[in-house]
């Protein structure tokens, strides 16, 4: 089934290269969208972190003041820089939330009108439930991960159970999250959840499998550029685009691959 998916995804691309170019410029937008986004984001909120160990650094903790005396004359400086921080970082979260939303969401529903034509009611649909599903699993991510981090900091000790757990829960949620991404067009979106989890468990080792050969294509891509990213430019050009075709190739492999189990269910 794997190799009929294979065969299938080559013959897909191979019959439409204009629309594959173009979901591949909308890769290359995507990754824009998200390095300026970490860009304008990511510094800013590092500067106030930064000015925030500037000044405790300059604090005279070898005197005993009291509570005051120890956070310094300003303390909240401490506390503004904190709340700063936390602002540009939810502003990350927020925009790159968005951007998925829109731009991923787009090539999403282009990759899948390849396999399963649409007329523009259907492939707006398409978009709405993508954006749906989306918000569902993020919230999902929030309640479950961010608060049990959040606790877990507070009462960690010595222990590193509370992120190994985290760290379990995160996989198997993008786990489930890609499998529904995948059948956002082959039911309604009530029936999704149930047919997530059947083909999430039932079929979970063609799932797998199907995951270890895209993270397998991006890892091998990834590691080229490392190692050619000192090297001849028009080298490394052509690996950073083999680097995007990848995404273009694997996403239209997976929504095959899964869309192919839905028919043993």
Known sequence: MIKTSLEKTLLIIKQNKLKVFFIFFLQIIFFIALSLIVYNTIIPSMQYAKEAMDYYD??????DTGMFGYLGENPLVIYQSYKN???????????????FIVINGLIWAITDNLINKKNRKQFLHY?????????????????????????SLVDIGN????????????????????????????????????????IGILKFPY?????????????????????????????LSIILILFVLSFVF???FLIISINNLTKKI
């Not at 300059?58 to 005197?63: L, S």
């Not at 921080?85 to 951007?99: E, G, I, N, T, W």
Request: hydrophobic content about 60%.
């Open 159 to 198: 222990s590193l159970l509370p992120f190994v757990g985290i760290l379990i829960l995160f996989i198997v949620l993008i786990y489930f999250l890609f499998i529904g991404l995948a059948l956002i067009d082959k039911r309604k979106p009530k029936e999704i959840p149930k047919l997530i989890l059947k």
């Open 58 to 63: 300059k604090i005279n903790v070898t005197e």
């Open 250 to 252: 694997t996403r239209l």
């Open 85 to 99: 921080m936390m602002y540009y970082l939810k502003m990350m979260v927020l925009y790159s939330v968005l951007a």
């Open 127 to 151: 978009l709405t439930n993508f954006g749906i599903l989306t918000i569902i699993f993020i919230a999902i991510l929030y309640l479950t991960i961010f608060k049990t981090l959040k606790s």
């Open 207 to 235: 799932v797998i499998l199907t995951y270890l050969i895209n993270f397998a294509i991006i890892l091998l891509l990834s590691y080229l550029i490392f190692l050619t990213i000192e090297s001849n430019m028009i080298l």
